[in-house]
């Protein structure tokens, strides 16, 4: 705890920690020697790790990285980060992230971005760490704590976990409570472990895991030691490589990552099918509806009554004032233009036409998954991003949509409510990590861990 309390210090100029909880850490450390000293140690016990500002964390500043939670102390503890306390975790940080997860390298920030430790060979550029959880990746990457929360709504765990080299796990919808976690899309949102190894982020994930009373869509299974998956042994496993990921004007380092991984799998064991997922290319639009309605209707919440700020309001000023001001300033750029899409794709007239549509959308790219499956497929290789860390403002000033196109290999994933791991598992031509995604059935997060563990 000591040494990631002095690293967070050291890394100030990475600015992925937005908060440093000491006390706390220092406390929850002699709780951990107590516990070690009476021989009853829990699997994270004494283990530095950093929340992401979206968790709820009592007592302590939660913002979401937004100005419009300025100062919000909440009075509760996310589920997640009370299961992490439990096992015996310290929590060290709180880390940077886009604006209530909205992003794709980790700009939207109201703290301003992090920096990823990584830089391109020959090149002193400050490049993402990705987003939305881009502190908890600038984070484990240079070794401020050993493991770190994110959340995944399109690919805010695997995309960022990509550009930093390391692990990051977006499990089953289901398996890791909501409660407490600031909603963005809440039929696609879910926590999930970040960290150096796979090991490390089975042992996470375990405590992290499990059914809830208090969120309905917490799902009442059992919670499997995901670490005892890890065998390395893929005979007998079925691979399948979705032909529809092999996009246009991909770059040939990514294509040459992605046969390398094959071929790891292949070694383990693997056989390797070729598979389609016809559905693939209405997945990005869909998300792009489904995930800011969601939005609009989340986010209603932040009035200027129940959390944080409240504008500064003229004499006969009456509540609509309030919000128009309060809301105005209070939300980044980003954030205000997914609840304005959201507000439109719900409103009478277009309902029909986008959000409905967009549910069926995402049926038919559910049903792709289930027949793959189906058809015996234990597992799915993909690469996560379509290319390496870009340099901050390179991609910000431009149209947004080309910020959104990085979600391009993620986002089924949360469509379908499946389990996504990236693996770090080479370097581009700049010497920059690149990481293969491998997609596992329902619940099967162990065995796609496992994938993942054969390509580490
Ligand atoms: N980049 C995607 C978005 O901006 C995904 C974000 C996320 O997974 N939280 O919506």
Request: charged residues 20%; negative net charge.
């Amino acid at each position: 705890v000591e040494a990631s309390l002095a690293a967070i210090e050291a890394a100030a100029p990475l600015n992925a920690a937005v908060e440093i909880t000491a006390e706390q850490a220092r406390e929850a450390a002699r709780r951990a020697d107590a516990r070690l000293a009476e021989g009853d140690a829990p699997d994270m016990c004494g283990i530095p790790i950093g929340v992401k500002d979206l968790f709820c964390t009592e007592g302590v500043r939660s913002q979401a990285a937004s100005r419009i939670l300025e100062g919000f102390r909440p009075p509760y503890e996310s589920t997640v980060t009370a299961q992490l306390r439990d096992a015996g975790a310290a929590m060290t940080c709180k880390l940077n992230m886009d604006e209530f997860a909205m992003g794709s390298s980790n700009e939207t920030s109201c703290y301003g971005p992090a920096v990823n430790p990584w830089r391109a060979r020959g090149s002193d550029a400050r490049l993402t760490p990705g987003g939305s959880s881009g502190g908890s990746a600038a984070a484990v990457a240079a070794g401020l704590c050993l493991g770190a929360t994110g959340t995944d709504t399109g690919g805010s765990i695997r995309q960022p976990a990509a550009f930093a080299g390391i692990v990051g796990v977006k499990p089953t919808y289901g398996r890791c409570s909501r409660w407490g976690i600031m909603a963005f899309a809440s039929s696609l949102d879910q926590a999930g472990p970040m960290t150096r190894t796979v090991r490390d982020a089975a042992i996470m994930l375990r405590a992290m895991s499990g059914h809830d009373p208090r969120d309905s869509t917490s799902a009442d299974m059992p919670v499997p030691d995901f670490e005892a998956a890890l065998t390395g042994d893929l005979r007998g496993k079925r691979i399948g490589v979705p032909r529809e990921y092999r996009m246009e004007g991909m770059p040939p380092e990514i294509e040459a990552l992605w046969a390398r991984g094959a071929e790891m799998l292949r070694d383990a064991g693997a056989e390797l099918v070729d598979i389609s997922l016809p559905h693939t290319k209405y997945a990005l639009p869909a998300y792009y509806v489904i995930a800011p309605a969601e939005a609009s209707s989340n986010l209603a919440r932040y009035d200027g009554v129940r959390y944080g700020r409240r504008a500064k309001l003229a004499p006969g000023d009456g509540v609509t004032e309030m919000y128009e001001k309060t809301r105005a300033e209070g939300f980044g750029p980003e954030v205000r233009r997914r609840v304005m899409i959201g507000a439109y794709v719900l409103s009478a007239g277009y309902y029909d036409a986008y959000y409905l549509r967009a549910q069926k959308v995402r049926t038919l790219i559910k049903r792709d998954f289930e027949q793959v499956f189906e058809q015996g497929v234990d597992a799915i290789l993909t690469p996560t991003t379509p290319s390496p860390a870009f340099e901050l403002g390179a991609m910000a000033e431009q149209d947004p949509v080309k910020m959104y196109l990085n979600d391009v290999f993620t986002v089924t994933v949360n469509l379908a409510g499946l389990p996504g791991v990236s693996v770090p598992a080479g370097l581009s031509a700049e010497g920059l990590p690149l990481g293969l995604q491998v997609i596992g059935r329902p619940w099967e997060e162990g065995p796609m861990m496992n994938v993942a563990y054969a390509i580490e």
